[in-house]
């Protein structure tokens, strides 16, 4: 009988996300977007006061995101947001960089760059994808204002999408959906718990090793091809329905 190998890849990934950045040469134009990250959990899972979702994404050359993982995110904020207006996503380019990226210069590459603020009964999100890596090539982006999140597109081309690595669609939607349950308040940043289910040695992360809102996602690629995206678990559902959410 044939000897059957199995071959696993094991990847730890991680998320650094309670930054929060208000410092002068960073200020926006709009005093809306910025405020520190969670402020505007209500705002964006409720329709109380915005009734459209306006996403703007920016890549630099070469990091431009999936249509698959766009779209990804759109059927995850209609599934947990209130926002009978629509949620409108867009992606355009910026000038290239490659220099590693920190929060500060993150928050000037956006000061530089945004274009789509919060208005009327509009609130707008903005995505960075930077071409360089993070200090930390395991370290795949974060959250850093009310409305503002970065994603590392080097480290997350790095990590994804050859033999024995997960799909480059299943890494970004992963990261991108992560970023947005901290704007989202998730966990204990804005949006309150209903039972206590934050793992307080890392942050504000979930304490159930499944739920997206885990501090670092385990990837595990082997033959059967592992490639699914976690999803929020009840307890993590159930703060954010609490906080306006559907
Ligand atoms: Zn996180
Ligand atoms: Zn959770």
Redesign the pocket.
């Known amino acids: 009988m044939k000897k059957q190998l199995l071959f696993i890849a094991y990847v730890l990934f991680l998320f650094s996300c309670k930054k929060e950045n208000n410092t002068n040469p960073e200020t926006l134009p709009n005093s809306y977007s910025d405020q520190a990250l969670g402020k505007s959990a209500n705002d964006l899972l409720s329709d109380a006061k915005y009734t459209t979702l306006n996403i703007q994404v920016q890549y630099m050359p070469g990091y431009e995101l999936e249509t698959a993982t766009i779209t990804n995110l759109t059927n995850y904020l209609n599934g947990i947001c209130n926002k009978p207006g629509g949620i409108n996503i867009t992606q355009t380019q910026i000038a290239a960089n490659g220099n590693t990226f920190t929060v500060d210069s993150a928050a000037i590459t956006e000061r530089i760059n945004r274009t789509a603020y919060t208005s009327g009964n509009a609130i707008a999100v903005y995505i960075l994808v930077t071409d360089g890596y993070d200090t930390s090539q395991a370290t795949l982006g974060f959250a850093y204002r009310n409305t503002s999140i970065c994603l590392f597109g080097k480290d997350i081309f790095t990590n994804s999408g050859g033999l024995l690595q997960v799909s480059r669609v299943a890494l970004e939607t992963s990261v991108l959906e992560h970023e947005f349950g901290h704007i989202l308040g ?2 204990n940043l804005g949006t309150p718990m209903q039972v206590f ?1 934050q793992d307080t040695v890392h942050g504000n992360h ?1 304490n ?1 090793t499944h ?4 501090y670092s996602i385990d990837t595990h690629v082997g033959l059967s091809g592992m490639n699914t995206v976690p999803v ?2 009840s ?2 559902l159930n703060d954010l329905r609490a906080n306006g959410g559907k």
């Open positions: 998730l966990v289910h979930c159930n739920c997206l809102m885990y929020l678990d307890n993590c």
